[in-house]
């Protein structure tokens, strides 16, 4: 299964990354000519699966990206190489965000497993043994006399 989609019990459940709307109707629901969604599949901006026949597939999320880069091109003013960068750049925050996420379970798992090591380890001490306290540092005053007798 392509790493874009989620985990689905279901193959034929509809997420959002699946790939479902034409380009006449990506175009529609987006705002955008056909032509411009092609320009922006060429440049890589957005990137939509491909049918059997080669035809373009989008998703409810490529669709939410088309809107995106209409808007940071319109209203913000920005070229399309900065709205790529930007598109690269927010990718790779979800990307590394995922991991944090998975590492921090991870380290809560270690230290789950770790705690109940320490418990198995300090339920097998023997308990008839009495602990032994060092009195090397003492402060008692010991007085020595020579025997003067001699």
């Keep these: ?4 989609y989620g985990q689905s019990s279901n193959p034929y459940e509809l997420t959002d990354d699946s790939p479902v709307y034409v380009i006449s109707v990506a175009a529609q629901l987006s705002g955008l000519h056909p032509q411009t969604l092609r320009q922006y599949d060429r440049l890589g901006l957005v990137c939509p699966d491909r049918a059997a026949g080669r035809g373009r597939r989008y998703s ?9 880069v209409q808007r940071l091109s319109q209203d913000e003013g920005i070229n399309l190489a900065g709205i790529k960068r930007i598109i690269e750049l927010e990718t790779q925050v979800a990307a590394l965000q995922a991991r944090v996420v998975e590492l921090q379970q991870a380290v809560e798992g270690a230290a789950v497993a770790m705690r109940q090591r320490e418990a198995q380890v300090h339920a097998s001490y023997r308990r008839d043994l009495v602990p032994y306290q060092d009195v090397s540092q003492s ?7 020579p025997d003067r007798r001699r």
């Excluded at 299964?1 to 874009?4: F, N, S, Y």
């Excluded at 402060?139 to 006399?145: F, I, K, T, Y």
């Design 1 to 4: 299964m392509d790493g874009r």
């Design 60 to 68: 409810a999320r490529d669709i939410q990206l088309l809107r995106q």
């Design 139 to 145: 402060s008692a005053l010991v007085v020595w006399r």
